[in-house]
Structures are given as C-alpha cells and as structure tokens.
C-alpha cells in the first residue's frame, strides 16, 4: 500500500550493442497514475505492463517499443531486438506486423 502512494515514476535502461559497434540505450517509462496505483495495490502487475504499452500521450513506454524505435533507425538489427527483449514473443510480433 506504502509503496503504491509514494511511488512517482520509474525509469529502466538497458545497453544494446549498435550496428555501428557502439551501444544504444533502451529505456522503459513507468509513471504512477490512479490507474496504475490501483493495479499495484491489487497486485495486478500484468495490468500496469500492459498500461505501459497504451499511454504514450502519457510519457510512458515499455522497453520493447524503445528496442523497436532503435531497430526502426537501424541502429540495431532485428536479433538484437529479439536477445534484448524482456518479452520476446511481443517483440516477434512487432517486427513482423509493423506495430508498435
């Protein structure tokens, strides 16, 4: 309960490496609405990643949509987006429809 109502946002990074031999950061952007202090409270976590995904009007995006964004600039290959992935399976499917 603590944790919920204290919680103001949360930032993940993660390092790729780059096409070019360098390395690019991939971030997640977590911001604590009602809605997503609500899930945290019930213990829905499922909910608050897949309210991530939806709320970029928001701030907010989940660290397949960066690893896309940089696949997108070709800064790093599609096998690069697939081993990085925390969700590979999502990932996969980005890079097959396009969609984000």
Not at 13 to 28: I, M, S
Not at 62 to 77: A, D, H, R, V
């Amino acid at each position: 309960m603590q944790f919920a109502e204290s919680l103001v946002a949360v930032i993940s990074q993660g390092l790729v490496p780059t096409t070019d031999n360098k390395r690019a950061p991939f971030h997640e952007v977590l911001v604590n609405t009602d809605a997503i202090r609500d899930y945290i409270k019930r213990g829905e976590i499922d909910e608050v990643t897949d309210i991530i995904s939806r709320s970029d009007y928001l701030g907010m995006f989940n660290m397949n949509q960066s690893l896309y964004q940089l696949y997108l600039e070709g800064k790093i290959t599609e096998e690069i987006a697939l081993e990085f992935s925390p969700r590979e399976n999502e990932m996969a499917i980005m890079l097959r429809t396009g969609v984000a």
